[in-house]
Nanobody
Framework: VQLQASGGGLVQPGGSLRLSCVAS????????MAWYRQAPGQQREMVAD???????RYSDSVRGRFTISRDNAKKTVELQMNSLKPDDTAVYYC??????????????WGQGTQVTVSS
C-alpha cells in the first residue's frame, strides 16, 4: 500500500493551491484520510481529516480557508487551500488508515509535498 501526494509549490500570500493524494496497492477498505503539515522546527500537526465524505474536521488555523474532499471510488483525498498565508508554509503529508487485503488495519503516510507561501 502506498500514498502518493502531489500539488505543492510556491504561491504568493492570498493565493490558492490544491493538493492531491492517491492510495494504491492491495486495499480492502480505507477508513479516514487526512492532511497533516510540518513546518521547520515544529511538530507535525493535523490540518484536515475526513473520516467519511461528509464527516470532516479542520484545525482552527485553516478552518474557513481549506477544504478537504474524498473520492472513495478513486481512493483519493484532496485539499483545496485558499487565502494562503506565510504561516501555511510547511511540508504537507497525507495520511490514511487502511485495511489492506489480507492484513490488519494500519496507518500509511505519503511522502510529503512542500508548500511555500511567500511574496
Amino acid at each position: 500500500v502506498q500514498l502518493q501526494a502531489s500539488g505543492g509549490g510556491l504561491v504568493q500570500p492570498g493565493g490558492s493551491l490544491r493538493l492531491s493524494c492517491v492510495a494504491s496497492g492491495a486495499i480492502r477498505t480505507i477508513s479516514s484520510m487526512a492532511w497533516y503539515r510540518q513546518a521547520p522546527g515544529q511538530q507535525r500537526e493535523m490540518v484536515a481529516d475526513a473520516i467519511t465524505g461528509t464527516s470532516v474536521r479542520y484545525s482552527d488555523s485553516v478552518r474557513g480557508r481549506f477544504t478537504i474532499s474524498r473520492d472513495n471510488a478513486k481512493k483519493t483525498v484532496e485539499l483545496q487551500m485558499n487565502s494562503l498565508k506565510p504561516d501555511d508554509t510547511a511540508v504537507y503529508y497525507c495520511k490514511a488508515v487502511i485495511w489492506p487485503s489480507g492484513g490488519g488495519v494500519n496507518e500509511y503516510w505519503g511522502q510529503g509535498t512542500q508548500v511555500t507561501v511567500s511574496s
